[in-house]
């Protein structure tokens, strides 16, 4: 009796302990960024094209009919589902990715669990939680962060079936797999360690359920907005897209992002290596294993795909903090070697991500163009190559111009005749012209705006390429 009553206050013990580092990792990933989700400004171009499409959605636009959507066809309507718990605010559509921010903390410490010492989870889901490249994905709105957060459920799932094989897991698995590729296809290659983890129980039909799932969460959610559009978007768009950098130049973007961005992970990785190699046989720090192999072999791919993919951008690089994270976990290096690394890395740390830490309000010439365009009539709608102004104005852009890719253009899929035509509707007030995208990406757009009868409301610095920063704007809207 005595036995099964302290079995029973160890384990209660145990959960206890479990939930206050849950609370604890929960308050840490969304204290870092409540910053950037409270930010009057837009972080970066993928805040403000999926910002103003929430608007869009608001306003009635759908997904691959009316808005423009590169990424899966689940990330769209996860914004708008953030949008509606965030009560329709202001900052509301960025609710979802840092929900996100929250679940791939809490998901890499739960499968850093199955895979080291409790100690060894906890600073991999703290460092999850603070990374740069995991930040910035998660904070800001983007695809990224959303289909890393259901990359790693689905191998903490995976990870679980291997310990207590059942079908319920498995369906587990699949959702979670399914949801990320649905949100964005790069993260596929977390079927690596998925796949792995989920032969190791020797379950034939729990696997084939796990994939059955994972297919059938993909064409769930593709149906409602047709094949074609889809495949056409979100998938032949990037296979189509010509090579903005070359891979060289990728691999140095890849590496000199990960050392702005993700130094103490990088650091706290290093020093776990050491302690490893410096073990004695047979200490708990194991030997490299096939746990450790698969890992690394999912950092691999991931890189390779970033290196050879036709346009990498820095919000991809989210794809390798997964793999980073969980060889912390299984190789941690002492806690007092941890804490004085991060220490000391603090203020790199604080100095690379101060954008994202405490980002700044709009001020000068982007401050006087967001005042001209609060001031057009409420409900408007304001085409632009820079959508966050139109997002943080509270315009949301006419169908199929809110996102303005460069991509887009140099593929056609945005023309002068597209630009004029919506301009043209009675419900479309200004067209911002701010970077070379609409300018010398997009020659004759003036002409083809003074013909629609749009005049020059302001002027400001810089080079379009064609001329200075442009503010145009319909004389019926003028306030």
Known sequence: MVTAARTRSGRGGRRRRAAWTAGALVALAVAVRLPALWSARHLGFDDGVYGVSVLGMRAG??????????QGPLHLPLLWLGDLLGLRTANSPRVASVAAGVAATLA???????LGPPAGATLAAALVATTGSMLWTTGPITGDGIANAFALTAVWAALAHRERPAAARA???????????????IVVLAAIPVGWYLWSSRRAGHFALAVATSVGVGLAATLPFGFDRVWEQSVAYHRDSEYLYGPAAQAWKLVTTLGARDLPLLAVLALGLVAAARAAPGAPARRFDADTAVLVAWFVAACAFLVLEPTMFRNHIAMVIGPLALLVAMRPPPLRWAAATLLLAAPWWAGHLGAVLWPRDYRGQEAALVRELRALPAGTAVISDEPGFAWRAGHPAPPWLNDASVKRVRQGSITVGLIAEAAARPDTCAVVVWSRRYGAELPGLPEALADAGYVVAATFGGDTGVGPRTLYVDPACAP
């Open 171 to 185: 369906v587990a698995v699949g959702l979670a797999m399914g949801a990320a590729v649905s949100v964005k296809s």
């Open 61 to 70: 636009q759908r997904p691959f009919e009316d808005l423009f959507s590169p």
């Open 108 to 114: 890499a410490w739960r499968a850093g669990r199955h």
